[in-house]
């Protein structure tokens, strides 16, 4: 597949992003190459794998699931928020 400019600019309308004009030729041809490379997969014969596959001996390692108390966990989480006002984050109103 193909990305030109009506499709990046249908994608950006799509997902609320502008892109400036002198980079819309760079990243028409990026997303070409991205598209190009993972067109790559659909060479790979996956007939005989299982829905299940993995290629990790017993699975995915998972971590413990411990609960940790702490007090300034929501004040951590609220300094990196543009806007909040005691225990909540502040958003535009959507209508």
Do not use: C, W
């Amino acid at each position: 597949m193909h990305i030109d400019i009506q499709t990046l600019e249908k994608l950006e309308k799509l997902s609320h992003l502008r892109v400036d004009e002198s980079k819309k030729d760079e990243i028409t041809k990026q997303l070409s190459d991205i598209l190009k490379y993972v067109d790559n997969l659909n060479e790979l014969d996956t007939k005989e794998l299982d829905s299940y596959f993995s290629t990790l001996e017993g699975g995915t390692p998972l971590r413990d699931d411990t609960v940790h108390n702490d007090p300034n966990v929501s004040k951590k989480i609220l300094s990196n928020a543009p806007r909040h006002e005691d225990d909540f984050f502040i958003v535009p109103a959507i209508i």
